[in-house]
């Protein structure tokens, strides 16, 4: 490893440490669901006195600095999204980890859930939504995201539903969401969805409140623009890139 190489890995570390992450508190169900904005595809919630993160992934957040997981939600198994150092840090011989059949290995066993399952982890309803592409492909035409392999979660604190989409398009599973009052939909290509898909979906299902996330390079206020006239979802740009 050259010197600039282990420069640059000790900035990220550093940043990764150092980073001041965001939160918002929303009101779900009379109880407030606390949202904690780590970075890319990784969120943190707390709720009635638990702990859940969704894909925690150590370059995001100084996990040693972070509360222990009553609960882990992982969408699937690629890197950005499955980290076995981070779940280390935070998983406890209590903590409840649900997860797609892709993350078993890995992630060191749990409760898998197949698209469509449902589940009572923790006194929380959690559905597994199917997370795929439709249209984005890799060489030989082969999807980035495979349909029946990884998972978006519908989390349900009481009667507040908050939709998570892991790796996905705007899919008609997706569209047909209801009832949902907040929801996280990725949108950075070529993996996921452009502006104008995550505009598409949210116009469909209609959720409250709008997080784009895992948005790398895409400039978020493109969907702001899109939605404009939606005047019953508000969009809510947050640092996670």
Not at 135 to 162: A, E, L, T, W
């Amino acid at each position: 490893m050259s010197w600039i190489m282990v420069v640059l890995l000790a900035v990220s570390l550093v940043s990764a440490a150092e980073k001041e992450l965001e939160m918002d508190v929303v009101k779900v169900d009379s109880n407030d669901l606390k949202i904690t904005f780590i970075g890319h595809g990784t969120l943190m919630f707390e709720y009635q006195g638990k702990v859940i993160h969704v894909d925690p992934v150590s370059r995001e957040a100084d996990y040693t600095k972070l509360p222990k997981a009553d609960l882990i939600l992982l969408t699937h198994e690629h890197g950005d999204h499955l980290d076995p150092k981070a779940l280390g840090l935070i998983r406890t011989e209590q903590t409840k980890v649900v997860l797609s059949q892709s993350c078993v290995e890995r992630a060191g066993g749990g409760i898998v859930m197949k698209n469509g399952d449902v589940q009572t982890v923790l006194g929380l309803k959690i559905e597994a939504v199917p997370a795929y592409n439709i249209v984005h492909m890799r060489s030989g035409n082969q999807p980035y995201h495979p349909k029946g392999v990884g998972n978006g979660y519908v989390i349900n604190f009481g009667k507040g539903r908050v939709y998570i989409a892991g790796d996905t398009e705007n899919t008609p599973e997706m569209k047909a969401l209801k009832n949902i009052d907040i929801a996280f939909l990725p949108m950075n290509l070529p993996y996921t969805m452009t502006p104008e898909m995550v505009a598409d979906a949210a116009k469909a299902f209609q959720p409250k409140i709008l997080y784009p996330y895992h948005y790398g390079q895409t400039d978020p206020n493109e969907l702001v623009k899109l939605l404009k006239d939606s005047e019953n979802i508000e969009v809510r740009i947050r640092q996670m890139q």
